[in-house]
Structures are given as structure tokens and as C-alpha cells.
């Protein structure tokens, strides 16, 4: 079964750990890969995931910071070449199944490195980067986040991003973006578009899940949804295994089986010590807070991700769980990865 995770992350997180923590709660200072992130990765059996590279949020230069992380995972590719192969296309997802390896898609999950030049996408897809997600929470310059309140949707320099992301054959991602910013660009954009990390609005009414009406207009222009792994999908921010396959199957009664996937927000390697990790987590949501980076629906006491859904076994999970619901093999196969490998052959070729 090819599995595809539209937007993770492919380290150890328990490196992080034992290392000084950052002033920026979203910073990407270096990769925590080790032996055992791709021995858990492989054991998962995962095929492909999309992983956060560039600028997020934070003091550094946007577009500097987002050339030096293209360049860092670079370098990460070029020391596990055996492991890993950067997705460029939709049959790389294909060939690194074929060969044993983990795919490495490049994804962004802010726009503001575009500064006030949309040619800037032609830069960054020649350096590999699959995928851009507008805006992050906060408001940027090409449309609102999901946390501002005013909801005004896509700029007009928004749309011209968007087109140049169609013209480059970039996913134009949605994740993380105000409802207003959401709907304007599956209207204006040429190409389908995706929300790779989200949950559903209707089940659990939180600014980071979309609306059903976000969910079919993108999935009625032949676009792609993932289903986030997330505390936004339980409103006391405590989701189960069962809220996953919940907003699962709510996606797939609203958009159909042909568009829905996941995107678990997470590693496969788990945390080992939730004791140690909770101060982590305490300061980086304060710091999250303060920057204005964060979400309702996170808080010291959530964790992000889903407590019995994590480590090598999470997919198989979420595979036996969707059985249990009544789906069949065949519409398994698509949640799990099909799906996002037809949305990328439209998109990538």
C-alpha cells in the first residue's frame, strides 16, 4: 500500500529535547535525523510526506531562512541516499515505493518569504519546493490566517502568488488560512488546490478546522484534504484514534472518497517521555502565544498529536480503523495514499 502524509515530519523528536530550547517556537535550526527516525519511518511503511522546510514565523529573514532550510535538507538527502529520495513528481512517490525509500516532498507552510515578488515561486520550485501554503495563523501578505478575526481572504498580490504557483506547478495549499482566504483562492487558482492538514468545522468548531463549505468547494475542483492528527479535533484538545477516523469520514460524506487523505502534522517516531516533554511543550505554546503564532485549541496541556494514534504503528491503525468503519480495501488504499498520488500527478505530472 502506497502511504502518503501530507504534511509531517520525518525525525526524532526526543533530539530535541536535550537540546537548549529556542527563543522561536517554529524555527528550524538544524534536522533531528538520526538511524532512528528512518528505521521507525521504514517500519511504519511509509512511502512519501511532505516536510516543513522555509520560513514559518519568527525574527529571521523570511527568504534567507527559507534557502538556508532547502539547503540543509539538501544536505540531509545527500547523507542518506539510500533512505531518501526528493519527490519532484508524482511517480517519484511510485519510485521511491519501488526502491525502499522514504520520499521527501518539500513543502512550505507560510508565503511570506514571497516578499513583494510572486516571480520569487519560480526561484523556489527550481529549488525543489512542492508545495506552498499561503498563510500560516496570522495575517500575511497575500491573505488572513485562520486566527484573524477579520477574515478579509486572498490579496491582490495573493492571487498573483497563485498564479505563479499554477504556472510552476506548485500545490497551492490552504492549510492554516482564513475561511474568506481559502474559498478565494480555489476560485481564482487554475489548478486544483489542497488543505493538507486540517479537521472539520462542522464536527468540531475551531478557526484551524475548515468548513464543509471549504471542504467541497476545494474537493469539487478536483482538489485533495488531508486530516490532521491534531487537538483541534476534540474541542477539550484531548482527540483519540476515533476522532481521526471521525473527521475522516465526515471528509469523505462531504467531499467524496477520491479526495480525502491525511496529514498527520507529526513524526512516526513518538516522544519517549511525556514527563520530560511536557515543559517543552509548556514553553514552546507560551512562546507560540506570545508571537502570535499560535491557535485556539492548543494549550500546555494538549498535546500535538493523537495520544493512541503515533509511532510505527499509527498507520496500520488508522488502516484497521477504517476496516472497522465498514470502508473497503480499495477506498483504504486511497485515504491512505492514492488520493494524494492522483491530486500530485494532476498538479506535478
Same mark, same amino acid.
Given at each position: ?31 533531528? #535525523?538520526?538511524?532512528? !527516525?528512518?528505521?521507525? +519511518?521504514?517500519?511504519? =511503511? &511509509? ?5 516543513? *522546510?522555509? %520560513? ?57 518569504? #514571497?516578499?513583494?515578488? !510572486?516571480?520569487?515561486? +519560480?526561484?523556489?520550485? =527550481? &529549488? ?5 501554503? *499561503?498563510? %500560516? ?77 471549504? *471542504? ?134
Amino acid at each position: 500500500m502506497i502511504i502518503v502524509n501530507a504534511l509531517g515530519g520525518l525525525e526524532n523528536p526526543n533530539l530535541a529535547l536535550v537540546k537548549p530550547q529556542s527563543d522561536n517556537p517554529v524555527a528550524m535550526d538544524d534536522v533531528d #535525523m538520526d538511524g532512528r !527516525a528512518i528505521a521507525d +519511518a521504514r517500519a511504519s =511503511g &511509509l512511502t512519501a510526506v511532505n516536510v516543513t *522546510l522555509g %520560513y514559518v514565523g519568527g525574527p529571521e529573514e523570511p527568504y534567507e531562512e527559507s534557502i538556508r532550510t532547502i539547503a540543509m535538507w539538501d544536505d540531509v538527502l545527500r547523507a542518506y541516499p539510500n533512505d531518501l529520495l526528493r519527490v519532484e513528481k508524482a511517480s517519484d512517490i511510485q519510485c521511491a515505493k519501488s526502491e525502499n525509500k522514504i520520499g521527501i516532498i518539500y513543502g512550505f507552510q507560510n508565503a511570506t518569504m #514571497m516578499g513583494n515578488d !510572486a516571480s520569487r515561486v +519560480a526561484t523556489f520550485a =527550481g &529549488l525543489g519546493v512542492r508545495v506552498i501554503q *499561503l498563510t %500560516y495563523n496570522p495575517r500575511n501578505q497575500l491573505g488572513d490566517g485562520s486566527m484573524v478575526k477579520e477574515n478579509k481572504g486572498l490579496t491582490e498580490f495573493g492571487r498573483e502568488v497563485v498564479a505563479q504557483l499554477n504556472e510552476h506547478r506548485v500545490m497551492v495549499d490552504l492549510s492554516h488560512s482564513g475561511q474568506n482566504t481559502c474559498l478565494d483562492a480555489a476560485r481564482v487558482s487554475k489548478a486544483p488546490i489542497s488543505i493538507n492538514h486540517t479537521g472539520c468545522r462542522a464536527l468540531v468548531d475551531l478557526p484551524r478546522n475548515k468548513t464543509d463549505e471549504e *471542504l467541497k468547494l476545494v474537493a469539487g475542483r478536483g482538489g485533495f484534504v488531508g486530516i490532521y492528527f491534531m487537538p483541534y479535533l476534540k474541542i477539550n484538545g484531548h482527540p483519540h484514534a476515533e476522532d481521526v477516523v471521525a473527521h475522516i469520514d465526515h471528509a469523505v460524506n462531504v467531499c467524496g472518497e477520491d479526495a480525502i487523505g491525511f496529514g498527520t502534522d507529526g513524526s512516526v517516531t513518538p516522544i519517549d517521555d511525556l514527563n520530560q516533554y511536557q515543559s517543552f511543550l509548556t514553553k514552546q505554546i507560551e512562546d507560540r502565544a506570545k508571537t502570535g503564532l499560535g491557535a485556539t485549541g492548543e494549550r500546555p496541556d494538549t498535546y500535538p498529536f493523537v495520544i493512541d494514534l503515533r509511532g510505527v504503528d499509527q498507520f496500520r491503525k488508522l488502516e484497521s480503523l477504517l476496516k472497522a468503519k465498514g470502508y473497503s480495501e480499495a477506498r483504504i488504499e486511497k485515504i491512505m495514499g492514492r488520493n494524494f498520488l492522483r491530486y500530485a500527478k494532476e498538479i506535478w505530472g
